[in-house]
């Protein structure tokens, strides 16, 4: 049996396209609603009868972004060989997100004060989701007796994301920046995994 997709829901899609792209290569601020209507042959009435502007369109694109991301996580969850190897995932994963879709996120060096509640909202999921993945990796480490028993699983991933966020504040700081320049990026990832040795050296039997 063929399932017809949604009209509605295929320009919305065509929308969210045009939109990632846009943001993507020119950044929020360069991007007008006017060139993303002509992206799709819409008119911009009907672009804002889906989205009523710029920013609840970004967030939607956020959206989508955000549950690929999701995604990927979820693909590897149970599958690591050691604790190592989960943390090391979540690091180069979030850094191959941030680094391939830089210019998306010039919304967020813009707002850096005052972010839509519903992008905190996404983050705020995916940073649960992060958390799960690890504690998941820290109790099948324990179960098997490579690390040494832990008391609270969860609070010890939670902890270890706050350090690895720190190690960005500490970049972005020094330049008094929100959101770390594109030069800084490596730099945080190397110090992230040298400080995640560190740590499952730490809990190792």
């Known amino acids: 049996m063929n399932i017809v997709a949604d009209p509605h829901d295929v320009k919305k899609d065509r929308i969210l396209d045009s939109a990632y792209n846009r943001f993507l290569h020119y950044g929020y601020s360069k991007t007008t609603m006017n060139e993303i209507a002509g992206d799709v042959s819409m008119s911009k009435a009907l672009l804002y009868y889906y989205f009523p502007d710029k920013s609840q369109l970004y967030v939607a694109v956020m959206r989508k972004l955000s549950n690929d991301y999701l995604q990927k996580l979820s693909a590897k969850a149970n599958q690591f060989k050691n604790l190592e190897d989960a943390f090391v995932f979540q690091i180069k994963t979030q850094h191959e997100f941030i680094v391939t879709n830089y210019n998306f996120f010039d919304f967020f060096r813009l707002n850096e004060q ?49 350090a690895l966020h720190g190690v960005r504040v500490r970049s972005v700081s020094q330049k008094k920046e929100f959101f770390p320049g594109k030069d800084q990026l490596n730099e945080i990832h190397d110090k992230r995994l040298l400080l995640v040795n560190i740590f499952v050296r730490g809990l190792m039997n």
């Open 114 to 162: 005052n972010l839509p509640d519903a992008i905190w909202e996404i983050i705020g999921e995916i940073h649960q989701a992060e958390i799960d993945m690890l504690t998941n990796a820290i109790i099948k480490q324990v179960a098997l007796k490579t690390i040494s028993p832990v008391e609270n699983p969860e609070a010890v991933a939670d902890v270890l994301l706050d």
